[in-house]
């Protein structure tokens, strides 16, 4: 099994409607990020958490919310999608105390349409 | 100006060559990066850290020049499952906490037979 997952896996809406993407990790991992990735323009953070005290805005948070239910769920939404929010989503984890490593491990990704 | 940079690509390649990346960043306080490959449409996955002057494993090589800012990528004897994009990332300074990685907008690479 998968050690990070997202759902859905894809998904077509519309403008204005209200969407939430889950994502759900057994490494154990404290950090959780939340990423879109559109065409040339590699991957933008949006949202992290590096416990479930704490949250962060990333560089694009705008029109996002996130909630961190517990250590292992992170779930991204968008209160009323537009089509500029189509792209591709990704969440990742890492772990904490390892000084500068910090590699992260994404899931396989949400690919989300706004028409 | 973005904090990391890289070429977008594509860089077309035969089997067999020598394929070198580069990634520029703009933060000289940053002070640990990472490789990504990722495949069409599938998550990242790491390939390599860079928190000294460089990292080997096996045909691939990444160098870390602190003076320039920028790290590299070195791809030797180029294989056809190579191809994917390669993305470049700093841990931004200060973030050894949080984690937080900046990525660059990725170079693609398309190896041919």
């Known amino acids: 099994d998968a050690d990070v997952t997202q759902t859905p896996r894809n998904r077509i809406t519309k403008t204005g409607k209200r969407i939430m993407l889950e994502c759900s990790q057994t490494?154990?991992?404290?950090?959780m990020y939340w990423y879109r990735q559109d065409p040339g323009l590699g991957l933008r953070l949006i949202y992290y958490?590096?416990?479930?005290?704490?949250?962060n805005k990333g560089e694009i948070s705008d029109g996002y919310s996130v909630s961190r239910q517990a250590q292992a769920k992170f779930s991204l939404s968008l209160e009323s999608a537009i089509p500029n929010q189509t792209a591709l989503y990704f969440c990742?984890?890492?772990?904490?105390?390892?000084?500068?490593?910090?590699?992260?491990?994404f899931g396989p990704g949400t690919r989300l349409t706004v028409l | 100006r973005k904090e990391v940079e890289q070429d977008p690509g594509p860089f077309n390649v035969p089997e067999g060559a020598t394929v070198a990346f580069n990634c520029t960043y703009s933060?000289?306080?940053?002070?640990?990066f990472f490789w990504y490959r990722q495949d069409c449409r599938k998550e990242p996955k790491l390939l390599m850290s860079?928190?000294?002057s460089g990292n080997e494993d096996g045909r691939f090589t990444a160098q870390l020049n602190r003076a320039s800012q920028y790290i590299s990528l070195l791809i030797r004897d180029s294989k056809l499952s190579d191809s994917a994009t390669y993305l470049c990332?700093?841990?931004?300074?200060?973030?050894?906490?949080?984690?937080?990685?900046?990525f660059g907008q990725g170079t693609t690479l398309q190896v041919k037979p």
């Open positions: 990742a984890t890492s772990d904490r105390g390892q000084g500068s490593y910090n590699e992260q491990f």
């Open positions: 490494k154990g991992h404290d950090r």
């Open positions: 958490s590096f416990d479930v005290k704490d949250i």
């Open positions: 933060n000289s306080a940053s002070q640990s």
């Open positions: 860079v928190y000294s």
């Open positions: 990332a700093a841990l931004s300074p200060g973030s050894s906490n949080t984690g937080k990685l900046i």
